[in-house]
């Protein structure tokens, strides 16, 4: 997601829903609250900067995601009949892509170090073989 421009000075109101929500979670209490305005007054915008400020928020304890954050657009799902098909549709989407993330993120991580292991077992034949050190060499120049 994009960072926007808050030309409706929306920032206090946000930085409160987001402590508020922190909070909660700490406090291991669910609570449920709305953001009423008429068209116009930033409703999407409040609700798309709190996503943001959340989801890269980590759990102390066990390292991995402090919320579950997932963006449900009512207008993108309104040709399902049943809504709550259309927000599990939309939790879902979210945990493939979040997945996938995951997954290329420790994909890399694990063909780096495979990279650096082969590279070092690669250099330490080469050396017995021929007498020469060719990591050392190429790390020189």
Known sequence: MQETVDVLNRGQFID?????VNTMSDLKQGKIFSI????GYGKTYVLEEL?????????E???DDKF?????????YDYYEEPSVAII???????????EHRINKVAKAGWETAKEILTDVAGQYVKN???????ETNISK
């Open 51 to 59: 996503e943001r400020r959340l989801s890269p928020v980590v759990n």
């Open 16 to 20: 409160m829903l987001y402590q508020l």
């Open 89 to 99: 549709s939309a939790m879902l989407e979210t945990s493939e892509n979040s997945l």
């Open 61 to 63: 304890e066990t390292y």
């Open 129 to 135: 073989k021929i007498g020469v050190d060719i990591v």
């Open 68 to 76: 579950y954050v997932f963006h449900y657009n009512c207008w993108q």
């Open 36 to 39: 009423d305005g008429t068209w």
